[in-house]
Nanobody
């Protein structure tokens, strides 16, 4: 019923910038948290940044000061501005959201996007 679609990934040189976006579609009342995770080959998926409905944010230590997460609630979209990219940022980036479903006040879903690949060359 709810779908997340990421876009904006690609190849960038070290020190460069990328902007990822993730749009939520479907029928839902609201989304509490939207977040970006990433997973490199052979490694576990890790949280990169998250943003709550009230605008509060969280960043992992590895990206703090370089990445900025934001959201546009009118468009149900979350963004990740990646500046000063490093080769260790190379990974598949996944969008996450927890929509409250229309018609079922007891149901809060955990939804993942399909992922978008970011490759940072050294």
């Amino acid at each position: 019923q709810v779908q997340l679609v990421e876009s904006g990934g690609g190849l960038v040189q070290a020190g460069g910038s990328l902007r990822l976006s993730c749009a939520a579609s479907g029928i839902f009342f609201s989304i509490n948290v939207m977040a970006w995770y990433r997973q490199a080959p052979g490694k576990q998926r890790e949280v990169v940044a998250s943003i709550y409905n009230d605008g509060s944010t969280f960043y992992s230590d590895s990206v703090k000061g370089r990445f900025t997460i934001s959201r546009d609630n009118a468009k149900n979209t979350v963004y990740l501005q990646m500046n000063s990219a490093k080769p260790e940022d190379t990974a598949v980036y996944y969008c996450y959201a927890d929509p409250l479903i229309v018609g079922d006040p007891d149901t809060v879903l955990e939804v993942w996007g399909q992922g978008t690949l970011v490759t940072v060359s050294s």
